[in-house]
């Protein structure tokens, strides 16, 4: 039987009169791609704050691996295994791809030795620039391991790999971001939102992408408006609205469940409504 890997029981947040996430359960075997899908406002994001430690649930439980890491600090869970992409894509503009990726490894390393957070990463490649001949021939291990993973994304990324990442296109710099969580060999990573803002060519390339870390066993929990994308990789779907889970099930299932209809006519117009209903 698979094993669990995440699993959030009855998660609660409020902020003063607002309820953002309120009794959320979720769970998610090892090599799953759950999707966490809802309107505007729903609670995904929060959701995912409670999850990676960037916030910390009024109530409720976070278990991973069996293990309860409520509240732990996001480095900490680094060093679990636990990576996790943002809604607006974070990287350091002034650093090279290479160099961007390359903090995801020291990260993990960092981490693993003395759980500092990433800017004891960013030190660590400062470190291995100008330290003693032995840091610098395990940061050249390291930066053939990153030359592998940018490879990975292949045409987009790897003739880029010096340039500096405020210089790439906004699809880039979410790729770039996407290897960088890669660097900490996660057995599980959080990608919310990864197509926001980009246009139907990228999306199609950023879904291949994500097939192909399926392919491969990566457990993924997925936060994702465009709903045709969404039905194609889910293995299971969750509904959010106003805080709470209103339906969880198979794409198809979900896609004609008429709660989720329901919200989903309650906050967009009707066409925006209608994509729930795509063919899987």
């Known amino acids: 039987m698979t094993q669990t890997l995440l699993d959030v029981r009855g998660v609660t947040r409020r902020f003063g009169g607002l309820t953002a996430v309120n009794g959320v359960d979720l769970s998610i ?14 609670g995904k994001s929060t959701l995912f704050n409670l999850i990676t430690g960037l916030d910390t649930p009024d109530a409720g439980s976070v278990r991973f691996d069996g293990r309860d890491i409520t509240g732990v600090r996001p480095e900490k ?22 160099d961007n990726v390359l903090i995801g490894a020291h990260a993990r390393l960092r981490v693993t030795r003395t759980g500092w957070p990433i800017v004891g990463a960013i030190a ?54 996407i290897a ?19 246009n139907e060519s990228e999306t199609a390339e950023m879904l291949v992408l994500i097939q192909q870390l399926k392919a491969r066993g990566l457990t993924i929990l997925l936060i994702e408006h465009k709903l045709d994308m969404v039905m194609r990789l889910s293995d299971r779907v969750i509904v959010l609205d106003n805080g709470g889970k209103i339906a969880e099930g198979l794409p198809r299932e979900v896609r004609n469940d008429p709660r ?21």
């Open 29 to 42: 075997s090892e090599g799953e791609l759950i999707s966490v899908i809802g309107p505007n406002g729903a």
């Open 77 to 98: 869970l680094a060093a679990l295994g636990l990576a996790r992409t943002f809604q607006h894509g974070r990287v350091f503009g002034n650093l090279s791809v290479l």
């Open 124 to 177: 660590e490649v400062a470190r291995a620039l100008f330290g003693p001949a032995a840091v610098r021939r395990e940061d050249a291990a390291l930066r053939d391991e990153v030359r592998e993973i940018i490879a990975g994304f292949g045409e987009r990324l790897t003739p880029r790999i010096d340039h500096p990442a405020h210089s790439l296109s906004y699809a880039n710099r979410r790729r770039v971001e």
């Open 180 to 198: 960088r969580a890669l660097a900490l060999h996660p057995r599980i990573l959080l990608l919310d939102e990864p197509t926001a803002g980009m």
């Open 260 to 280: 989720v209809i329901e919200a989903y006519l309650g906050h967009r117009n009707v066409g925006g409504a209608a994509t729930v209903c795509v063919a899987a």
